[in-house]
């Protein structure tokens, strides 16, 4: 805990009406103590993961107040610190809808529970021009960026999912920075880089680094690719840099993942920008092992 600043819990799963259609057992009330006893804050994070929902809530005002009311009352009655908006992901239509919504949310909050915190689960990037940056930073406590992705699951050759560097994809985590910065007018004091503690484990057609891939990927958490990667050969990329390995199981298979020195880079560049601090998904991941 002497690491942490805060733990996202995961999740409240929201309905287009702004209820609440699965608690996941909230309130974990063993989790909010010990967090608190160790002066690290707990934030409710809420999941819409479906565009038409998401789009319906947000276009409806009733349903936004409903949504806004549910979480005041789901964080109270866990004793927790405030909410992360997971929306992924708002269509450029919902963009105002959006901005009102976490604008509402967050004076809500900071009204009715002093101390308390919003934040936002943001893209790494906008291909539709739904998130009015400048205006979500303004108007609540953090954009979480989760700077992962870049290769995904449906990609069609292997490689990093979260590149710090530009050399093997368009986009990357400091042109990803870049265009936030410029669109909050240089203010990165309520940015935050969230990094991904897991892997993806393609099938491929060879061994060569970013092999064409032939079906989708799977994901594989830290704890299980490192001592694989140790058993079958770890190879690195300074560039990205991320760590990666091929294996065999019936066909070609190539993994790429974040160990502890591709994260230190990203730490480290995160400090070098002067940003409001790191995320990771998913706390856990590590299995308990000590090097991340």
């Not at 669109?183 to 004091?189: L, N, Q, R």
């Not at 070098?272 to 092992?289: F, N, Q, S, T």
């Amino acid at each position: 805990y002497n690491t942490l600043s805060h733990i996202a819990w995961f999740a409240l799963s929201m309905a287009p009406d702004g209820s609440i259609s699965n608690l996941h057992g909230w309130p974990v009330n063993g989790l909010v103590d010990l967090a608190h006893s160790h002066g690290v804050k707990v934030i409710v994070t809420v999941t819409m993961f479906d565009n038409d929902e998401i789009d319906i809530m947000l276009g409806n005002p009733a349903s936004r107040q409903n949504a806004i009311d549910n979480l005041l009352a789901n964080v109270l009655l866990g004793g927790a610190d405030g909410v992360n908006i997971d929306f992924e992901f708002v269509e450029s239509s919902g963009r105002e809808n959006f901005n009102g919504f976490i604008h509402d949310l967050s004076q809500a909050f900071h009204d009715q529970i002093p101390g308390s915190e919003v934040s936002i689960a943001m893209p790494s990037v906008d291909w539709w021009n739904s998130y009015d940056y400048n205006y979500l930073s303004d108007n609540s406590d953090g954009l979480m960026i989760m700077a992962y992705g870049y290769y995904w699951s449906g990609s069609s050759h292997a490689g990093p999912l979260s590149p710090l560097n530009s050399g093997l994809s368009s986009w990357y985590i400091r042109r990803t920075i870049e265009d936030y910065l410029s669109k909050t007018g240089g203010d990165g004091s309520q940015l935050i880089l969230g990094l991904p503690w897991y892997g993806r484990d393609w099938p491929v057609t060879g061994t060569q680094m970013g092999a064409p891939t032939t079906g989708s990927g799977s994901s594989i958490i830290y704890s299980a690719a490192e001592p694989n990667a140790q058993v079958y050969g770890k190879q690195y990329n300074s560039n990205a840099p991320s760590a990666w390995y091929n294996y065999t199981s019936g066909e070609n298979r190539q993994v790429w993942f974040d160990d502890s020195l591709s994260l230190a880079s990203k730490y480290n560049y995160a400090i070098e920008m002067d940003i409001k601090g790191v995320g990771i998904w998913a706390l856990g991941y590590d299995g308990g092992r000590s090097e991340i």
